[in-house]
């Protein structure tokens, strides 16, 4: 009778997820899951991102080699300095190597089940919403069967933690 209820925590009280990363030197630099605000404020800078999500997978090195003035953009915003010039400068000057560690640990941070079982969910979300716009009822699995059967996954083991 006078069983008490666990209290979870509050928002306030949860610190994002973040990861150590070697960037050589025996220097690391702490960085952290990007949030869909800065996400889209990247896509809306760097509008050939959105090729890659809408793709379903980003891997790092396509986001290197395709877009690189992104990089700086995408670790400059893991590390709390979202669209700073300056900071944006400085990522895109790190070695090739630290910047693809720290995009891999970012996408560890920011889709921590993969980014291909990520964008299954929204995929399954907007068909959903269709659905019920269009006043038809949709069965979700045959709409998601019909996308590709395995999208691409970044979740990777933690480099150099």
Same mark, same amino acid.
């Given at each position: 009778?006078?069983?008490? $209820?666990?209290? %979870?925590? *509050?928002?306030?009280?949860?610190? &994002?997820?973040? #990861?150590?990363?070697? $960037? %050589?030197?025996?220097? =690391? ?14 896509? !809306?800078?760097?509008?050939?991102? !959105? =090729?890659? +999500?809408?793709?379903?997978?980003? =891997? &790092? ?6 877009? &690189?003035?992104? $990089? %700086? ?6 590390? *709390? ?6 900071? #944006?400068?400085?990522?895109? =000057?790190?070695? $090739?190597?630290? !910047? ?5 640990? +970012? ?6 089940? *993969?980014?291909? &079982? ?7 979300? @907007? @068909? ?34």
């Amino acid at each position: 009778m006078g069983e008490k $209820v666990k209290q %979870g925590l *509050g928002l306030l009280d949860i610190a &994002p997820v973040s #990861e150590q990363v070697d $960037v %050589g030197n025996d220097q =690391k630099l702490e960085v952290k899951g990007i949030s869909s605000e800065d996400i889209l404020k990247l896509i !809306q800078r760097f509008p050939d991102m !959105q =090729k890659f +999500i809408s793709m379903g997978g980003i =891997k &790092p090195a396509d986001i290197m080699n395709t877009i &690189p003035g992104t $990089v %700086g953009g995408i670790i400059a915003a893991a590390c *709390g300095h979202a669209g700073e010039e300056n900071y #944006e400068s400085a990522a895109n =000057k790190l070695s $090739v190597e630290a !910047q693809l560690d720290l995009l891999e640990a +970012i996408g560890r941070c920011t889709f921590r089940n *993969g980014f291909g &079982p990520f964008v299954m969910r929204i995929s399954a979300h @907007v @068909v959903a919403a269709l659905s019920a716009k269009s006043g038809k009822a949709t069965d979700m699995n045959t709409q998601l069967q019909s996308r590709p059967s395995s999208l691409p996954d970044t979740t990777q083991a933690p480099s150099g933690n």
